[in-house]
């Protein structure tokens, strides 16, 4: 199981960016997929997820309006469409793959910093 995410940076409050994840050796359209982050000392939280299909996306209440979850299951590819980011969105943001309920891999995470 592979999983490399890109797209993260520095971005001002209110701005916006997309993540990518890029998942190899596994059946991508077989799994969940979510999008967890950790930020500075905090533990891993879970921001979304999205069925195998990409039918059906959950978010957690503190990104919901703000963030979209996709996937490309012909590219092997799940996106994070970040808006309106906020100072505290500051975090190690990664895909990680597993069913409806829980995840078991994840991938080495991209770093998204909002500050003015």
């Known amino acids: 199981v592979q999983l490399v995410e890109s797209g993260g940076g520095l971005v001002q409050p209110g701005g916006s960016l997309r993540l990518s994840c890029a998942a190899s050796g596994f059946t991508f359209s077989s799994y969940w997929m979510y999008w967890v982050r950790q930020a500075p000392g905090k533990g891993l939280e879970w921001v979304s997820r999205i069925s195998s299909r990409g039918g059906i996306t959950y978010y957690a209440d503190f990104v919901k309006g703000r963030f979209t979850i996709s996937r490309d299951n012909a590219k092997n590819t799940l996106y994070l469409q970040m808006n309106s980011l906020k100072p505290e969105d500051t975090a190690l943001y990664s895909c990680?793959?597993?069913?409806?309920?829980?995840?078991?891999?994840w991938g080495q995470g991209t770093q998204v910093t909002v500050s003015s």
């Open positions: 990680a793959r597993g069913d409806s309920r829980e995840y078991d891999y």
